[in-house]
């Protein structure tokens, strides 16, 4: 069964360094998304990706924060400049449509900032 | 703004118990509601989806009903299992006119232990 990848499953990464993570999507679906889970608290959206750009953003998706889709399959988030606070769980997911299939997650990195 | 609750936050039931998760959210403008399970530290595994205009779905111990005009779902387990101890969470896709980008609103989950 078609599944969503994400590498690294753990990134350790020093305050203000750059980070880029990585996933790859259900090989036919149109919209990409990112989440993030902060230890203990709500999944939260951060953008929705398609035709090559950005849909929506949320607030927390701030001018740190970036979205690529640099072939026909990887999908990656970039933080320039990491925050303690950017500590969290970050879901990739995708979907074949926006309004009525499943969105599929992938199983997430984790990422330390310290 | 929509916001997606769970009641309750935390649940321990015996083995072989039926169980139902609440979930409730405030904008009943929604195309679909869609529950997952998560396990500790790991990722988002979908359980079902429901459209808005149907009233419930199910897959093997699992049925999901949806009351749209409430706004209320509920996740009923048959015969619960120690396998079934999870997290599971419901998220909404809120219709927001022409604006509609397929996020996903989650609820906090309820955590659900089963004991053998």
């Known amino acids: 069964e078609p599944e969503v990848t994400q590498t690294p499953s753990h990134q350790v990464t020093q305050m203000g360094q750059e980070v880029i993570l990585r996933c790859v999507p259900i090989?036919?679906?149109?919209?990409f998304y990112w989440y993030r889970q902060i230890l203990g608290q709500k999944v939260e959206f951060l953008v929705s990706f398609y035709n090559n750009e950005i849909s929506e953003k949320s607030e927390i998706f701030d001018d740190q924060f970036s979205v690529e889709r640099p072939d026909g399959s990887n999908f990656t988030l970039k933080i320039r400049s990491t925050k303690l606070e950017d500590s969290a769980m970050y879901f990739c997911?995708?979907?074949?449509?926006?309004?009525?299939?499943?969105?599929?997650f992938g199983p997430g990195t984790r990422l330390t900032v310290t | 703004k929509q916001e997606v609750t769970q009641i309750p936050a935390a649940l321990s039931v015996p083995e072989g118990e039926n169980l139902v998760l609440n979930c409730s959210f405030t904008?009943?403008?929604?195309?679909?509601l869609q529950w997952f399970r998560q396990d500790p530290g790991k990722g988002l595994t979908s359980l079902l989806l429901?459209?808005?205009?149907?009233r419930e779905q199910t897959s093997g111990r699992l049925n999901a009903s949806l009351d749209k005009s409430s706004g209320r779902s509920t996740l009923y387990i048959a015969a619960s299992q120690p396998g079934d101890s999870a997290t599971y969470l419901c998220a909404v896709r809120p219709q927001e006119g022409s604006g509609n980008t397929g996020k996903l609103i989650f609820g906090q989950g309820t955590t659900l232990q089963v004991k053998p």
């Open positions: 429901i459209q808005s205009s149907q």
């Open positions: 090989s036919n679906h149109l919209y």
């Open positions: 997911a995708s979907s074949w449509d926006r309004s009525s299939y499943e969105q599929y």
């Open positions: 904008d009943s403008a929604i195309y679909n």
